[in-house]
């Protein structure tokens, strides 16, 4: 995928100082950019300058990757939006992801995660572990979910509940939260994201649907678990009259 040669809208930086910015190592940055995830730099002399596009685009590129995208899919997420997009609209585009970037997921050796426990943990485990979304096994180890999950997982091997209990338990609840999660963008894209796209992305409504956006995920967590809390209550007075 060739990207499109952005335009200088600001600040120039060194790859350097490029990397400090982002956080991403000079190595990937040069990598990105064979890959087409970048535009070339901007040439003085025989130094190459990035603009704000170009960490726009770096930062994008993080958000899907925490997501879990591939680079061949990340590939086609950028190829998908607007030619020359500019700082402003990829940083829309980062509002609609970060609210829902996992925390914390760590590339582990199964070692490491048995340190992390304090525990040895065999394959048993491992496949609770997994089974209960704690951790997804990766070619070279697992990938850990957030230390908050390792804990839960814990205790369930150590509840002496049967463990496919909780592994039916897992399911359940993720295949409703799925279809929660479908439902709810599918609303916010009819509602909210395709108005926006067809009065023709107006710059002076970017800020404003960046902030709703991030508002989105904590309003959307409470309402999830206050919710469900009813739900249960109902539920055991129903059983229990």
Not at 64 to 81: K, N, P, V, W, Y
Not at 87 to 113: G, N, S, Y
Not at 134 to 144: H, N, S, Y
């Amino acid at each position: 995928m060739a990207a499109p040669l952005l335009p200088d809208r600001g600040e120039l930086l060194t790859i350097d100082q490029l990397a400090d910015r982002s956080g991403i190592t000079v190595r990937n940055i040069r990598y990105y950019a064979a890959r087409g995830l970048l535009p070339p730099p901007q040439l003085r002399g025989r130094t190459g300058l990035y603009g704000p596009d170009h960490l726009a685009r770096l930062e994008l590129v993080s958000e899907l990757s925490a997501l879990g995208f591939t680079l061949a899919a990340i590939e086609a997420q950028l190829a998908r939006l607007p030619a020359g997009v500019g700082a402003e609209e990829l940083a829309l585009h980062r509002a609609l992801l970060t609210p829902w970037v996992p925390e914390q997921v760590e590339e582990l050796t199964v070692d490491e995660l048995a340190r992390r426990a304090g525990r040895p943990l065999n394959p048993a485990d491992l496949d609770v572990l997994e089974g209960l979304g704690v951790i997804t096994r990766t070619e070279g180890g697992v990938r850990l979910h957030g230390p908050a999950l390792l804990g839960q997982g814990l205790e369930v091997l150590d509840s002496g509940l049967p463990t496919e209990t909780w592994r039916r338990a897992h399911a359940i609840i993720e295949r409703h939260t799925t279809a929660l999660a479908e439902d709810l963008m599918a609303m916010f894209q009819d509602e909210v994201l395709q108005p926006y796209r067809d009065r023709g992305r107006p710059a002076e409504e970017r800020a404003h649907l960046a902030t709703a956006l991030a508002q989105l995920k904590p309003i959307t967590v409470r309402g999830v678990v206050t919710a469900f809390g009813r739900a249960v209550n109902r539920t055991i007075r129903a059983r229990l009259g």
